[in-house]
C-alpha cells in the first residue's frame, strides 16, 4: 500500500541554521504530497503542497520539491526560528473512486533553541 | 484559525461506555474527514464522507461508526471504548470530494480510563 517515511527526531538545531527533513514516499498511483505542522496542544496545520512533478511548494520561508524520480518531497528551510519548534508531517494523497484520503508519516520534531 | 470546529475539546470516560465527538466543517466543504492520532499508531485516516455520503473507508473499527448529516456537521460514534482507543481525534474538510487540501480542526482528546 501507500506509504511515507520520514527521517527520526527530534532535530535540534540552532536559530538561523538550516533545516533538511527528508521524506520518501511509496505509491502506486500519482499522488499529490504536503507538509503538514503541529504545534504543542493545537491541531495540523497545511503548510504546503506540491500537486505534480518537480513542483515546489513554499510558504513562511519553508520549501519542499517533488522529485519523482527519487520518490522524495523533503522540506526546507534557509534560517530557523525559535518560533519553527513544532513536529512536521510529510503526507501523501492520491484520488481513487472520489476518496482522498492522507496517508501521514510519522513525524519528525524540530526543536530549535537560541 | 482553520474555520473547522470540533468539540468537546477533552473527553474523558471509562472503558464500555459511548461517546460522540462532533465537527463542523469550513463553510461550503462538503468533504469531511476524520483521523486518529495515537503514540503507538501515529496519523490513521479512519472515514470520510463527502455531501453526507460515505466515500472511502480507512481502519475503522466496527465499534466505530460515523455520519454527516444535511447541514454537513459529522458525528464520529465510538462505542464498548477499550483503553487502546484514548488518542486524539481530528476531523479535516476540503472542498469536494478529492482533489484539495484537508483543513484540520484542533481535535478532541479522549481518555479512557
Known amino acids: 500500500g501507500d506509504s511515507v517515511t520520514q527521517m527520526e527526531g527530534p532535530v535540534t538545531l540552532s536559530e538561523e541554521a538550516f533545516l533538511t527533513i527528508n521524506c520518501t514516499y511509496t505509491?502506486?498511483?500519482?499522488?499529490?504530497l504536503f507538509w503538514y505542522v503541529q504545534y504543542p496542544g493545537e491541531g495540523l496545520q497545511l503548510l504546503l503542497k506540491?500537486?505534480?512533478?518537480?513542483d515546489k511548494g513554499s510558504n513562511k520561508g519553508f520549501e519542499a520539491t517533488y522529485r519523482k524520480e527519487t520518490t522524495s518531497f523533503h522540506l526546507e528551510k534557509g534560517s530557523v526560528q525559535v518560533s519553527d519548534s513544532a513536529v512536521y508531517f510529510c503526507?501523501?494523497?492520491?484520488?481513487?473512486?472520489?476518496?482522498?484520503?492522507?496517508?501521514f508519516g510519522t513525524g519528525t520534531q524540530l526543536k530549535v533553541e537560541l | 484559525d482553520s474555520g473547522v470546529t470540533q468539540t468537546p475539546k477533552h473527553l474523558i470516560t471509562a472503558t464500555g461506555q459511548r461517546v460522540t465527538l462532533r465537527c463542523s466543517p469550513r463553510?461550503?466543504?462538503?468533504?469531511v474527514y476524520w483521523y486518529q492520532q495515537s503514540l503507538d499508531q501515529g496519523l490513521q485516516f479512519l472515514i470520510q464522507?463527502?455531501?453526507?455520503?460515505?466515500?472511502a473507508k480507512g481502519n475503522i473499527l466496527e465499534r466505530f461508526s460515523a455520519q454527516q448529516f444535511p447541514d454537513l456537521h459529522s458525528e464520529l460514534n465510538l462505542s464498548s471504548l477499550e483503553l487502546g482507543d484514548s488518542a486524539l481525534y481530528f476531523c479535516?474538510?476540503?472542498?469536494?470530494?478529492?482533489?484539495?487540501?484537508?483543513?484540520f480542526g484542533p481535535g478532541t482528546r479522549l481518555t479512557v480510563t
Open positions: 479535516a474538510s476540503s472542498a469536494t470530494g478529492g482533489g484539495y487540501e484537508q483543513y
Open positions: 505509491a502506486t498511483g500519482y499522488p499529490s
Open positions: 506540491a500537486t505534480k512533478a518537480d
Open positions: 503526507a501523501l494523497s492520491i484520488l481513487t473512486g472520489g476518496g482522498n484520503k492522507l496517508t
Open positions: 463553510s461550503g466543504d462538503l468533504s
Open positions: 464522507y463527502y455531501n453526507g455520503e460515505e466515500r
